[in-house]
């Protein structure tokens, strides 16, 4: 079964205590990306891995961090949370074959920092 | 900035009826664009990948694309209870590969 697995997925946190959340697929997907989305502003992209050891910027990825090591895993590391950071995240992982695209999301992790 | 644009909504359709939903996009080089629903407390599923200008359909769903005019629509033939969810509008730049979401629109069909 075709998966994408983010832990944890719920986590309450302090200001400036760092945290990773995991992100890992089962379909072999070159294309790996994090997502965060309010109310209000919609689902926007931190950060995206077009693969292993290549990583870039999305349009909000101030305060975050991200590693592509293997294939399979896609982590997001804050390493000093702010309450703005405060958000449903969401890890995707996706491949473009022969003309179609197949993309699938995880579940999300919802963060609180205080 | 690149920007995708949708309307709010909520876009209020009775059921078996054609909802229409509608995205404009700013970069003129965009190549590939995306239609996704989520439903209230899920993730975003992807229903619709267009990159080539002109309609593709997927069962009840057809999706549209101009370039030149710079829109994509989402058509969803005889409407059920289930579709009621939001509506996310997403395009790929010419430049770099980041995907840029609209803000989506609430579709409810109505009973």
């Known amino acids: 079964e075709a998966q994408v697995t983010q832990n944890p997925r719920y986590l309450i946190t302090v200001t400036g205590k760092k945290l990773t959340v995991t992100c890992s697929q089962n379909?072999?997907?070159?294309?790996m990306s994090w997502y965060r989305q309010d109310p209000g502003l919609g689902l926007r992209q931190i950060y995206y891995?077009?693969?292993?050891?290549?990583?870039d910027k999305g349009d909000v990825p101030e305060g975050y961090k991200v590693s592509r090591k293997e294939k399979r895993n896609f982590p997001l590391i804050l390493e000093s949370p702010s309450p703005n950071q405060t958000s449903l995240y969401f890890c995707a992982s996706s491949r473009l074959a022969g003309g179609n695209y197949e993309q699938y999301f995880g579940p999300g992790t919802r963060l609180t920092v205080t | 900035q690149k920007e995708v644009e949708q309307n709010s909504g909520p876009l209020s359709v009775p059921e078996g009826a054609i909802a229409s939903l509608n995205c404009t996009y700013s970069d003129r080089g965009s190549q590939s664009f995306f239609w996704y629903r989520q439903y209230s407390g899920k993730s975003p599923e992807l229903i619709m990948f267009i990159y080539s200008n002109g309609d593709k359909e997927d069962g009840r769903f057809t999706a549209q694309l101009n370039k030149a005019s710079q829109y994509v629509s989402l058509l969803i033939r005889d409407s059920q209870p289930s579709d009621s969810a939001t509506y996310l509008c997403?395009?790929?730049?010419?430049?770099?590969?980041?995907?840029?979401f609209g803000k989506g629109t609430r579709l409810h069909i109505l009973p």
């Open positions: 379909m072999n997907h070159e294309y």
């Open positions: 891995s077009m693969n292993v050891e290549v990583t």
């Open positions: 997403a395009v790929i730049g010419n430049r770099d590969d980041k995907i840029i």
